[in-house]
C-alpha cells in the first residue's frame, strides 16, 4: 500500500480542502490515516479507485482518444 499526502489527494481529485473533510466524514471518500501527529496519508489505491468509481457515475467514457 502506498500512502499519498493530502495535498497530493486534493490534486489528484481537484475537490477543495472543504469538500474533502465533509465527503470523508460522510463515508464518501476514503479515510485518511493518521502518520504522526501532524500528518495524515491517505491509501493511493483507495483514492484511485474512488476517482474511477466517480468517473463511471457518470456515464464518462474513458476509453475516447479524441
Known amino acids: ?5 493530502r495535498n497530493e489527494v ?3 481529485t ?4 472543504s469538500t474533502l473533510w465533509r ?3 460522510a463515508g ?3 479515510k485518511a ?12 489505491e483507495a483514492v484511485d479507485a474512488w476517482i474511477q468509481f466517480v468517473i463511471s ?3 464518462y467514457d474513458t476509453s475516447s482518444s479524441d
Open 28 to 30: 464518501e471518500f476514503p
Open 33 to 44: 490515516v493518521r502518520i504522526s501527529t501532524n500528518r495524515v496519508a491517505y491509501d493511493a
Open 23 to 25: 465527503k470523508e466524514r
Open 10 to 12: 486534493l490534486k489528484k
Open 57 to 59: 457515475a457518470t456515464g
Open 1 to 5: 500500500m502506498a500512502l499519498i499526502s
Open 14 to 17: 481537484s475537490l477543495s480542502p
